[in-house]
């Protein structure tokens, strides 16, 4: 998808303060207002812009756009990073005008903010209220759903400074992480998010949960995947082999006539909970490198030993 330039869509620097953001959308809606506007394609260019204020007008997604569009230009092919938000502080909506909730955006814009395009709960008009619940998205690590951990994490709260510029103010908080956690299970952390209106009790911190990219294991729901390497003598007449995990090494005994792509089930070895998640062993054949003669003496004996056309199954 194309990367959107949401300053450029509105005329202004990056270095806007929120104030020149909304003059500059403001006389962009009464110039290609599609009810008045004579402009040339007034209808779509209405809807970039509108589009754009709506992620510039709020401190936090605009905080958000700005981090993981530092390095691209409009017009550029892009593709979000996996968890790019991760470790941003969001809180409830503003009510102020801007595209609907029916707006038909771009594809750039739910890429990145389709799922926190909800509006804000009314306020309540009580002297005394409890304040705004908020979220964020936290990573750890796949080792922390196994056995549980206590962590320090870092959020980013977007806020404007007295110049009206966006800015981001960072604190820490020690968490607890259970034995057993999921991929987007939510920790709520209590008293944690907006403070509260009078007496009003603060609101609460709620922590979606993300596993951080692991170099060999893969999880979908409790179950984790990860590659298991084979020569091939092991695949085809059958081993035991010991392999690490994220439980520690276990044996297991490979049937003979095992193919790449085969799945070994270890059951109740996946994220612990009730029910355990499976620990799945995918089958990969590694093939030695021909790298002397003496190796390619060896690929040359076997090609002569078997009758073996890998191709046959295929009607070109």
Do not use: C
Not at 177 to 192: A, D, M, V
């Amino acid at each position: 998808m194309e990367f959107k330039d949401y300053y450029a869509s509105l005329g202004v620097p990056r270095t806007a303060t929120q104030d020149e953001i909304k003059s500059a959308y403001r006389k962009l809606a009464r110039k290609y207002h599609p009810d008045v506007s004579k402009e040339p394609a007034a209808e779509a260019r209405f809807k970039e812009m509108g589009e754009a204020y709506k992620v510039l007008k709020d401190p936090e997604t605009r905080a958000a756009y700005d981090r993981v569009g530092s390095q691209w230009q409009s017009g550029q092919d892009f593709q979000p990073p996996p968890n790019w938000d991760a470790g941003f502080e969001f809180r409830g909506r503003d009510s102020e005008p801007g595209p609907g909730a029916d707006a038909d955006y771009s594809d750039f814009f739910e890429a990145l903010f389709g799922g926190r395009t909800r509006g804000a709960h009314a306020a309540r008009q009580s002297m005394q209220a409890k304040g705004q619940d908020h979220h964020a998205k936290v990573q750890i690590d796949l080792h922390d759903a196994y056995h549980g951990a206590q962590r320090s994490i870092s959020l980013r709260l977007p806020v404007i400074d007295a110049q009206g510029h966006v800015s981001t103010q960072e604190r820490t908080l020690d968490i607890h992480i259970p034995k057993g956690i999921r991929e987007g299970q939510h920790l709520r952390l209590s008293g944690q998010g907006g403070p509260g209106l009078g007496q009003g009790p603060a609101g609460d911190l709620y922590l979606e949960i993300v596993f951080r990219p692991h170099p060999h294991y893969r999880v979908d729901g409790r179950d984790v995947y990860f590659d298991l390497p084979l020569a091939p003598w092991e695949a085809a007449l059958g081993s035991s082999i010991t392999t690490p995990t994220p439980e520690g090494s276990v044996h297991l005994t490979i049937p003979p006539g095992s193919v790449a792509g085969r799945k070994l089930r270890l059951k109740g070895k996946g994220i612990p909970g009730n029910p355990a998640g499976d620990l799945y062993a995918v089958l990969v054949i590694a093939l030695p490198p021909a790298s002397d003669e003496r190796a390619k003496e060896a690929y040359r004996a076997m090609a002569r030993a078997f009758d073996f056309n890998p191709r046959a199954h295929l009607h070109l």
